[in-house]
């Protein structure tokens, strides 16, 4: 064949899409005894919601939790909801009912829901920084500054801009030709081994992942880090040791919930792009990074707080002065 049919080959190749009927979901290689696994993710998920649903009650019948600074709880338990819900059950359904085939509709969907609420979660730390860059470095004027107003666009804005930012991959990743492997090296769909299956040019979804990458885990975090050394020289003008003390002590629970969700996040996605990693090692990471923190979010910063606390003691006792008043009746 000349270099010129060569050409008209690929031309031709790269104007017609091959859509699969479906992808295959490869999960764990050779790993034995991996339902135990899938049983932890279970009882993660199980724990999960449990957790995430109870603060959510609690901020939305507490009409004193009704602040700015609880939106953006409630807005994180909801993402780690609604991520972890995205995830975890379809990923229990396909191994341990061995259901790996997976529509190609479907299977976009269902990357977008995973990868639209895990990216929300970054952005949304990047507000409870905000937050705590207001009360400490401004605190005279933090109720002016720090609004409902406020913080509903900040919160709204981070939602459109990731949902955009994923529909723009989806599609770019609908505009692809699988006419070869369709296993899925992933525990599920995942938007990296996806594309690479593809065979037409998917050099810009390639570039995509950098940009992501950028987006979910670099621009926030910098943020973050930003307000954070903002915050640290406010502090070091406090010349009380213990109001200093005071002060640093209201970001201890947000700085957890930042370790706990970008460490894991950013090791997992330097090793995958530096060095092989085993399908295995990635696999476990990435569940772990992505189920993990849903869980602990609401321990660490909403149900350790003292005024949830007192909230939730509040409703419990009027639930058994309601019960009782109607026993009575």
Not at 47 to 67: E, Q
Not at 95 to 107: K, N, Q
Request: aromatic residues 14%; hydrophobic residues 50%.
């Amino acid at each position: 064949m000349g270099q010129e049919e060569r050409r008209r080959a690929a031309l031709i190749l790269n104007a017609t899409f091959v859509r699969p009927a479906a992808f295959y979901i490869n999960g764990f290689s050779d790993l034995p005894h991996a339902e135990y696994y899938y049983g932890f993710l279970c009882f993660v998920y199980i724990l999960t919601v449990l957790g995430n649903s109870l603060v959510l009650a609690v901020i939305y019948l507490v009409k004193k939790l009704h602040t700015p600074k609880y939106m953006i709880v409630f807005s994180l338990a909801l993402t780690d909801l609604c991520g972890s819900t995205a995830l975890i059950p379809k990923v229990l359904d396909t191994f341990l009912f061995d259901r790996r085939y997976i529509v190609y509709e479907a299977c976009l969907s269902y990357m977008f829901f995973v990868w639209f609420f895990t990216s929300v979660q970054p952005w949304t730390l990047v507000v409870m920084a905000f937050d705590r860059f207001v009360a400490i470095c401004f605190p005279l004027r933090y109720h002016r500054i720090v609004t409902k107003p406020v913080i509903a666009a900040m919160l709204l804005f981070s939602w459109v801009a990731i949902l955009s930012v994923y529909a723009l991959a989806i599609g770019f990743l609908n505009r692809l030709s699988f006419c070869g492997s369709l296993v899925v090296q992933s525990f599920f769909c995942d938007h990296g081994p996806i594309f690479r299956l593809a065979c037409n040019d998917n050099s810009f979804n390639s570039k995509m992942v950098y940009a992501l990458i950028v987006i979910v885990i670099c621009l926030p975090l910098m943020l973050v880090v930003l307000t954070y050394v903002c915050i640290s020289v406010a502090l070091s003008r406090i010349t009380s040791g213990p109001e200093r003390l005071k002060a640093f002590k209201t970001c201890v629970s947000h700085l957890i919930l930042v370790a706990i969700f970008f460490l894991p996040l950013l090791g997992t996605n330097v090793a995958v792009l530096t060095s092989t990693l085993h399908p295995n090692a990635r696999i476990f990471n990435s569940t772990l990074t992505q189920t993990v923190p849903a869980l602990l979010n609401p321990i660490i910063y909403s149900l350790k707080t003292e005024e949830v606390l007192r909230s939730m003691r509040r409703l419990c006792k009027n639930r058994v002065r309601n019960v009782t008043l109607c026993k009575r009746f």
